[in-house]
């Protein structure tokens, strides 16, 4: 069965930081893992899709990167800004023949101006 | 481009009363449709989704079901709520370049 984690559950940083999201998984068989932001009573927004095929994907002053193999993605937010707090969701999908996508449980981002 | 609706934003809703969420997706066809639920400072939970109409796939046991009676629209209903029902709800949809796409979610409050 496929868990997902996200390592710390919440952070602050004064703005201007450049900072690191963990997202780990259980299980290396994967389809595509995708990165989203959530702000407080919203939907959420999908920031970077990246297949298993693919080591990072970029957007601006994001990048994310994925080593399948040790099951793990890191998402990088370059120069910092308060307009960047918000939660920040990782979710993948397994190889197992459906159509489920699985989260973690988020990393509450706070930068501070 | 591609839009999806999910309503109404806020709900409040008695213990024992039916419940219906509607999810509407636009400018895509034979779309995949999912409700998730998100409790209060937890993680994404799955509970229902389709590949196609009549197709449903059921993720949690519990008291609500999922209907897809036209292509792009997916409804979520409860005969009788429970508290534990309470929660943020979400609709999305992926189409085959996979990426998921979320509505702007449902606030329920079960009293």
């Known amino acids: 069965k496929q868990e997902v984690t996200q390592i710390p559950a919440a952070l602050s940083v004064p703005e201007g930081e450049n900072l690191v999201l963990n997202c780990s998984f259980t299980d290396s068989a994967i389809y595509n893992l995708q990165w989203f932001r959530q702000d407080p009573g919203k939907g959420l927004t999908s920031l970077l899709l990246i297949q298993s095929s693919q080591r990072e994907q970029t957007s601006g002053r994001l990048n994310a990167s994925l080593d399948k193999s040790s099951g793990r993605s890191t998402l990088y937010i370059a120069a910092s800004q308060p307009g960047d707090s918000a939660t920040y969701l990782c979710a993948v999908r397994s190889t197992s023949g459906t159509y489920k996508y699985i989260f973690g449980t988020g990393t509450r981002l706070k930068v501070l101006a | 481009s591609q839009t999806i609706h999910q309503w109404p934003a806020t709900l409040v809703q008695p213990v024992g009363s039916p419940l219906s969420l509607e999810c509407t997706v636009e400018?895509?066809?034979?779309?995949?449709l999912y409700w998730y639920r998100q409790a209060a400072g937890r993680g994404l939970q799955l509970l229902f989704y389709s590949v196609g109409i009549g197709q449903i796939s059921s993720e949690v046991p519990q008291n609500l079901s999922a209907s897809r009676p036209q292509d792009r629209q997916f409804i979520l209903s409860s005969k009788k709520l429970l508290l534990s029902d309470s929660g943020f709800y979400l609709c999305?949809?992926?189409?085959?370049?996979?990426?998921?796409?979320f509505g702007s979610g449902t606030q329920l409050s079960v009293l």
């Open positions: 999305a949809w992926s189409a085959q370049v996979e990426k998921l796409f």
């Open positions: 400018g895509t066809s034979n779309p995949n």
